[in-house]
């Protein structure tokens, strides 16, 4: 009788109406990538193709200037891949010393790291092309991967609060038996901030897959190019853009992205809301 309350009803009516209007930009996005491109925005209250093509995709895959999509897609995985392993040791290891150790000026130096999670990245953008500029880094992934080696504001915010949750006996237990600072945090803490972890690395490859600002400042080579640059180069300010092949694209680049949500959508939820023991 539970589940023909009307409070059950509406409920549901109305999370299930939200969630169709949220999906429905992607719905839109994927029937708009089989329509030919001259009709997408003169039948856009029209969502099913007519007539239905593949063109686009065959289109946008071939690329541009001798370079198919998938050399795009191999770049931004290489370019996710080296980021995202950065930003976990980095941020692993700076948050344990917060967290953990002891040294003079912790309180100040964690303020200014939290200071720096509301510094827009446009602030620093000129700054940090002057400095790859003179070491000779532009046109390669080094401006874009090596400052993920030196931990992330957020990251470190997060794994901080967690590694905190975890109780110092255990630290303590580590050293009568031997254990260095290292091997605390190798043995004890990095196994324990694994939820934490998880749900770093997850952001981490949302906003390294979807950076365009980034590779657009120091990538000049279309073999170098990522996935959004790639997706940009579609669209032209002095000829037709190929909104069919573009859209076609898009949705071939959210695949990833769907498939990462919805095997480790879980390690969100347990990174953020979860202590660090459970009993």
């Known amino acids: ?51 239905f093509i593949l063109e686009n995709y065959v289109q946008g895959w071939k690329g541009f200037g001798g370079y198919s999509f998938g050399v795009f ?28 150790l002891k040294f003079a000026g912790r309180g100040f130096w964690f303020a200014v790291m939290i200071v720096t999670l509301m510094l827009p990245y446009e602030v620093v953008m000129i700054p940090q092309y002057i400095i790859f500029s003179q070491l000779g880094w532009l046109n390669s992934l080094k401006p ?9 504001p957020f990251f470190i915010f997060l794994l901080v609060q967690f590694i905190r949750t975890i109780p110092r006996e255990l630290d303590e237990a580590a050293t009568i038996d031997g254990c260095n600072t290292f091997q605390i945090f190798y043995r004890i803490i990095l196994p324990l901030i694994t939820p934490a972890l998880a ?9 390294t897959w979807d950076n365009l600002l980034g590779p657009v400042l120091y990538l000049n080579s ?21 909104w069919g092949a573009m859209f076609a694209m898009s949705i071939v680049s959210l695949i990833p992205v769907f498939v990462v949500f919805f095997i480790f959508q879980r390690y969100v939820v347990e990174g953020i809301a979860t202590s660090g023991l459970k009993s």
Do not use: C
Not at 222 to 242: C, D, G, H, I, R
């Open 1 to 51: 009788m539970r589940s023909f309350q009307p409070k059950w009803i509406i409920y549901h009516v109305l999370v299930g109406g939200f969630v169709l209007l949220l999906l429905y930009p992607v719905v839109w996005l994927l029937m708009s990538s089989f329509k030919v491109s001259e009709q997408i925005f003169l039948t856009a209250d029209h969502l099913i193709p007519d007539p």
């Open 73 to 100: 897609i191999k770049n931004t995985a290489v370019f996710v891949f080296i980021t995202l392993i950065g930003h976990l040791i980095s941020s692993a290891l700076i948050a344990f010393g917060f967290a953990r």
């Open 144 to 152: 874009l991967v090596v400052p993920a080696y030196f931990g992330h």
């Open 199 to 207: 749900t770093a690395a997850i952001f981490s490859f949302y906003w």
């Open 222 to 242: 279309p073999s170098k190019y990522t996935v959004s640059m790639a997706l940009n180069m579609f669209l032209s300010n002095e000829t037709v853009s190929n």
